[in-house]
Nanobody, 121 residues
């Protein structure tokens, strides 16, 4: 089994910063792409940012220049540094990863339980 555990959410004022972390653990042979998604109340889940095992990144237009995704492959951990936060960034943030549990296994997608980020004065 593979588990993704997020941390770092909370309440922050507009213009503030937060750093999210997500660690993958369990039966892991390799971790391919990792990413962050978010879901605001009444809206569909949307992509925030992704990063490949080689470090290539992709961002939603709404967060470009404000958010930075990074990863530590040795720790199977992905981070999301969020700066200049806006009220519209308020959402539950989910970590996702494509993991190969064993050398001969097919890669599967796994999700974390989500962490709340609230941007409000």
């Amino acid at each position: 089994q593979v588990q993704l555990v997020e941390s770092g959410g909370g309440l922050v004022q507009p213009g503030g910063s937060l750093r999210l972390s997500c660690a993958a653990s369990g039966s892991i042979f390799s971790v391919n792409a990792m990413g962050w998604y978010r879901q605001a109340p009444g809206k569909q889940r949307e992509l925030v940012a992704t990063i490949t095992s080689g470090g290539s990144t992709n961002y939603a237009d709404s967060v470009k220049g404000r958010f930075t995704i990074s990863r530590d492959n040795a720790k199977n951990t992905v981070y999301l540094q969020m700066n200049s936060l806006k009220p519209e960034d308020t959402a539950v943030y989910y970590c996702a990863a494509t993991v190969r549990p064993g050398r001969l296994s097919v890669p599967n997608d796994y999700w974390g339980q989500g962490t709340q980020v609230t941007v409000s004065s």
